[in-house]
């Protein structure tokens, strides 16, 4: 039995783009030849801005978009699920064991449903419980792990706090009681206040009913708490992987050191020394050859602006990977 | 120096189905020309709707109580009714900055021709006059190509420039106040980094006063000289940014300081503030944060001490019943 939970190996996403019906196709890449392998109980990290091409990837891992090459494979207990060559029965199975928390508590709940029906929902559609009497069991047994007060089941969701409606929206995520959950962008959304608290829960829950998480978020500092390995995506690639702690504390890429730069400091006398990055992230339709990060670095090295070396990742330290790119290109 | 903008005793309510909702209370804050204040607050403090108030925007149930005064440039734009007076303030005096830079143009007219109407309807020059003022102010926030861009849609701009393009179109008419409602929140941390320096440069260059609303307390210590923490429609702390952020009185502002992920400690435990904000309709008497306070007097949890700022420092102010507690 591997200690691995997810493995993705060498996928790639492409969307097709057509702007209008008579212009050629295009390709937009969107994932680019991605391989990580998420450890059982781990809290994963995805970091990057906006078209990195992280939310994509989280889909890919669920099946919810199409993988264009590469393959992902969940290692279950008795049976490994290959994402690519799936059965639709299979995939039933496997959505039971994977579940994904939106970004925006206030449009992922229907506002005329009631909060039990919410939490219920998948219980009945993956016919998971029999009877009412046991989906009432269920619901009120995971409303509490997340707590939810049970009075609070049979109100609709526009009685909530944007925090109450996160927990609404993670207990119906662990229903089906899955082993894997991608929580996209889940706390973006929330008051500081209220962010540290959904945090909280989530770490306490991975323990109670032994998740593991797939954590997408674009803030560093966050990730940087919760997460125990983190990956770095620039545009479709992930250009640093590390353990968390190891990345903060010594970032090897200049992408991820723009990016821990940025973080504003609450200490008005630090004032920021954030290494600022021209321009903004290139089209996903026609990246750049080579290193991707090429047009945007404050310190490309020779052979890299001639865009000769290839994007690829390497161990510099144990468990510590850089984009080839910044480490041989000085 | 002198003060731009003074507000005095500012209450706001709304009138809803659900009866009178207080959004704002007993508000008094002032900028002074050349300084940024921030005001910092989860959602639902308020920050947004004193915002609109300076800029008489709020909605047509709003009621603002009798001795409230909003004073900009001697005269307090409460009174103001005739369309002729409001147009001085918004856009002219005035202008704001939004959270969500695609919302807040147009979608159907061209970048370049809503920064040419609002000129023209402040300013007596001519159009092409105009159309040179707005093309110099988008190379001024650092946007390339602007002869094109002036002729694009919001659609065809990527967020950050979107934003800029807000920027250019907000300081073009010279305005004496500026109110900047989450300019940053939308933006990806490298284009805030961006953002942020452009307006602090430019507050620089033009001496303007700049109101900066936003959650994030990081930005906030990056460009703000002042700072007012607020809950639940009132003002709980106010002082020096310096101060504030050094020597937090409140267990509000204090407990906001605490519930940062602090990137140089990862070992830190994560300490949000316990309970939820309560709704309007449900607001507390007395003290409004003795809900949700860690550890309250026995009379400020009985909410027996009203609101009131009092000083404890110079220039730092406290809300009575924090500055016991706290």
Same mark, same amino acid.
């Given at each position: 039995?591997?200690? @691995?939970? $997810? %493995?993705?190996? #060498? !996928?790639?996403?492409?969307? /097709? ?9 295009? =390709? ?36 919810? @978009?199409? $993988? %264009?090459?590469? #393959? !992902?494979?969940?290692?279950? /207990? ?9 059965? =639709? ?38 016919? $998971? ?49 899955p082993k894997f959950i991608v929580a996209d962008e889940s706390v973006a959304a929330l ?140 | ?326």
């Amino acid at each position: 039995m591997s200690d @691995n939970l $997810i %493995s993705v190996n #060498n !996928v790639c996403v492409n969307f /097709d783009y057509q702007e209008n019906f008579i212009s050629k196709k295009q =390709k937009i890449h969107a994932v680019q030849n991605i391989n990580i392998k998420i450890k059982k109980g781990s809290f994963f990290g995805l970091v990057g801005e906006s078209g990195s091409g992280k939310t994509t990837l989280g889909r890919a891992i669920l099946g919810a @978009n199409k $993988i %264009s090459s590469g #393959n !992902v494979i969940f290692h279950d /207990d008795d049976k490994d699920y290959d994402l690519t060559t799936i059965s =639709k029965d299979e995939l039933k199975e496997y959505r039971k064991k994977a579940q994904l928390i939106f970004q925006d508590p206030y449009a992922a709940l229907s506002p005329r449903m009631t909060v039990r029906d919410i939490i219920a929902e998948p219980l009945e559609v993956m016919k $998971i419980t029999k009877n009412k009497q046991e989906t009432d069991e269920r619901v009120r047994e995971i409303a509490s792990k997340c707590r939810l007060n049970l009075e609070h089941l049979r109100r609709f969701p526009h009685a909530f706090s944007g925090g109450q409606r996160q927990r609404i929206s993670i207990a119906r995520a662990l229903v089906s009681s899955p082993k894997f959950i991608v929580a996209d962008e889940s706390v973006a959304a929330l008051d500081v206040s209220i962010q540290a608290d959904i945090l909280n829960l989530l770490k306490n829950l991975r323990k109670e009913l032994n998740l593991t998480y797939l954590f997408i978020s674009h803030d560093l500092s966050v990730v940087a708490h919760v997460c125990d390995v983190v990956a770095v995506m620039y545009l479709g690639h992930i250009v640093e992987l590390a353990p968390s702690k190891e990345l903060f504390n010594n970032p090897k890429h200049s992408y991820t050191k723009a990016l821990l730069s940025s973080i504003p400091s609450i200490d008005p006398e630090k004032q920021s020394k954030a290494i600022e990055l021209t321009g903004e992230i290139p089209s996903a339709m026609n990246p750049p050859s080579g290193c991707v990060f090429k047009t945007r670095c404050p310190n490309p090295g020779h052979d890299c602006k001639g865009g000769d070396i290839e994007m690829g990742l390497i161990e510099v330290s144990p468990g510590h990977w850089v984009d080839q790119c910044c480490v041989i290109s000085k | 120096m002198e003060e731009l903008l003074k507000i005095n005793n500012l209450d706001v309510k709304f009138d809803t189905d659900e009866g009178r909702i207080t959004a704002v209370e007993n508000i008094s804050l002032s900028v002074k020309q050349g300084e940024v204040l921030g005001i910092v607050g989860e959602s639902g403090s308020g920050k947004s709707v004193t915002a609109k108030a300076i800029m008489q925007l709020n909605p047509g149930n709003t009621i603002y109580n009798d001795d409230a005064e909003i004073i900009i440039d001697g005269e307090n734009v409460i009174k103001f009714t005739s369309k002729e007076d409001l147009m001085k303030i918004r856009g002219g005096k005035v202008s704001m900055i939004f959270q969500e830079p695609m919302a807040s143009f147009a979608p159907a007219i061209k970048i370049g021709d809503q920064m040419v109407e609002q000129l023209l309807l402040h300013k007596n020059i001519k159009k092409d006059e105009a159309k040179t003022i707005s093309l110099d102010m988008l190379t001024r926030v650092g946007i390339t190509d602007t002869e094109k861009r002036f002729n694009q849609y919001a659609f065809e701009l990527s967020g950050g420039m979107r934003q800029r393009a807000m920027i250019a179109m907000a300081l073009s008419t010279m305005p004496k106040l500026l109110l900047a409602d989450e300019p940053t929140t939308a933006l990806d941390v490298t284009i805030q980094a961006q953002v942020l320096k452009l307006m602090k440069d430019i507050i620089k260059e033009y001496k303007m006063g700049v109101i900066f609303i936003t959650h994030d307390l990081g930005v906030i210590a990056q460009t703000a000289d002042q700072i007012a923490v607020m809950y639940l429609g009132c003002v709980v702390e106010k002082g020096p940014v310096n101060e504030i952020l050094k020597n937090p009185k409140h267990p509000y502002t204090k407990g906001l300081i605490a519930a940062l992920p602090d990137v140089n400690n990862l070992e830190a435990p994560l300490k949000p503030i316990p309970g939820n904000i309560p709704s309007p309709l449900e607001r507390p008497t007395g003290c409004v944060f003795r809900t949700r306070c860690p550890h309250p007097t026995k009379e400020g949890k009985e909410g027996k001490i009203d609101m009131k700022l009092v000083e404890v420092e110079p220039g730092h102010w406290v809300d009575q019943c924090g500055a016991k507690c706290g």
